[in-house]
């Protein structure tokens, strides 16, 4: 984490790795307002339904996805859901 409004993930976002991830956006009383996907290196639809869970946790607050991995916006068009991932 760069500084408290900016979430950095890396690695995997998968089925194996979601879950915790899930619990610590359950925690944290103020969600970041951006979700920085540089470093990660490998994501499945887990990782896809944990991005579409932090839109649907901000509600109203703008949550802005930075660099998105190829692999998640291929998901996301597959699942025709392009346009929650976009800012």
């Given at each position: 984490?760069?500084?408290?409004?900016?979430?950095?993930?890396?690695?995997?976002?998968?089925?194996?790795?979601?879950?915790?991830?899930l619990?610590?956006?359950?925690?944290?009383?103020?969600?970041?307002?951006?979700?920085?996907?540089?470093?990660?290196?490998r994501?499945?639809?887990?990782?896809?339904?944990?991005?579409?869970?932090?839109?649907?946790?901000?509600?109203?607050?703008?949550?802005?996805?930075?660099?998105?991995?190829?692999?998640?916006?291929?998901?996301?068009?597959?699942?025709?859901?392009t346009?929650?991932?976009?800012?």
């Open positions: 984490m760069t500084d408290p409004h900016t979430w950095q993930f890396s690695g995997e976002l998968s089925f194996a790795t979601v879950p915790t991830l619990a610590q956006l359950k925690s944290v009383p103020n969600l970041p307002t951006v979700i920085d996907l540089q470093n990660v290196t994501t499945d639809s887990a990782g896809l339904a944990l991005l579409i869970e932090f839109r649907k946790q901000a509600r109203e607050k703008p949550v802005i996805f930075r660099h998105l991995p190829d692999q998640l916006l291929s998901l996301a068009a597959v699942c025709g859901v346009e929650l991932l976009s800012g």
